[in-house]
């Protein structure tokens, strides 16, 4: 019995109660659930997504900056391939070595194509200069006077560089058939990888200067 008296006068205690703090305490229940929910579920979900937004913009600027590297890699082997055909080309004009029996072949073949006779060649004493190295060489011939210029435009335009320094003519044979007979001086190049070292003669000699230039003793 004094139970359910007890019970009646919380339930008209209770009913006592103002409207307003009900309402505060319902509010008041509602924003603890909602700071639990903030920091245990909605706050790590943020976290989680900030943290993925962040990997995400690490492997976008990865990803760019690997397509960036291949499409300049691909342009370096595009340029590489153009400047080895250049080179390659060069080498035709300059060669790395004398290479005399293709220079003979060539000039040779020029003279059969124009009709004139080679008769001698002879290669000189290659003369280094900075980077590249002459190699003079004396050719004899004989044929008519235009096919001696025909033969002159030919080696012009050989792929390998052939200068003709000088050259002279000298007329042979009957007024009725005049053959024209001449040499020259042509000069074809070199390329030299390395520079050319000074010779040991002109070391010693620098020395014998600096000893000559010493006091002498007394």
Do not use: W
Request: proline share 4%.
């Amino acid at each position: 019995m004094k139970l359910d008296l007890n019970v009646k006068g919380i339930g008209k205690k209770l009913t006592k109660v103002s409207r307003i703090y009900k309402l505060i305490f319902i509010l008041g229940i509602n924003i603890l659930i909602f700071v639990l929910l903030f920091f245990f579920i909605i706050k790590p979900q943020f976290e989680t997504k900030k943290k993925l937004l962040t990997e995400y913009q690490g492997i976008k600027k990865d990803l760019e900056k690997m397509i960036a590297v291949k499409n300049n890699m691909e342009k370096s082997r595009k340029e590489y391939t153009e400047l080895q055909e250049a080179l390659k080309q060069v080498l035709k004009q300059l060669p790395e070595t004398k290479d005399i029996p293709n220079l003979l072949r060539n000039v040779s073949n020029v003279g059969t194509e124009t009709g004139i006779k080679v008769k001698y060649f002879e290669p000189k004493a290659m003369q280094n200069k900075e980077f590249y190295a002459e190699l003079p060489f004396e050719i004899k011939y004989s044929g008519s006077y235009h096919n001696i210029g025909y033969f002159f435009d030919g080696v012009r335009k050989l792929e390998r560089i052939i200068h003709i320094a000088n050259f002279s003519l000298d007329s042979k044979g009957t007024p009725a058939k005049i053959v024209l007979e001449g040499s020259c001086l042509a000069k074809t190049y070199v390329y030299l990888k390395e520079q050319p070292k000074p010779k040991k003669e002109e070391k010693k000699g620098e020395k014998k200067e600096g000893k000559g230039a010493e006091t002498p003793k007394k």
